[in-house]
């Protein structure tokens, strides 16, 4: 094999890799879509954004398992309660049906559970 052939193939290789590294896709944006119908869900960032925590279990508390909740969305027809313990005690939050915040702020940033009710509105 030539030097000149050997440079070559050398160039292809790293022409492949940058325009591999140019067109690869980046993570998917995050948005209230990623929410399904039935589903109260929570992010860790605001604007929709980081991890999303979906529930959709009604009449209990559940857990929101997530270290911060910057952002949520109530993609439901019934109301969902925010609270600021585990258990379902604390600061409370009703969100009516279609509620959202894209930037939470005071205990609603680190809310710890999420009681899906069957009652329509707060």
Do not use: E
Not at 107 to 119: D, E, I, P
């Amino acid at each position: 094999m030539t030097t000149r052939f050997r440079i070559a193939r050398i160039l292809l290789a790293i022409n492949i890799a940058v325009g591999a590294a140019l067109i690869a896709p980046g993570p998917a944006a995050a948005a209230r879509s990623d929410c399904p119908s039935g589903y109260f869900c929570v992010w860790t960032g605001t604007n929709y954004s980081g991890t999303i925590q979906r529930i959709n279990v009604t009449n209990s508390y559940r857990a929101i398992t997530l270290n911060a909740t910057r952002s949520y969305y109530n993609n439901r027809s019934q109301r969902t309660w925010l609270h600021s313990s585990a258990t379902g005690g604390g600061s409370t939050q009703c969100i009516n049906p279609g509620g959202s915040s894209g930037n939470t702020s005071g205990w609603q940033a680190s809310a710890k559970a999420a009681y899906l009710a069957t009652v329509t509105s707060c």
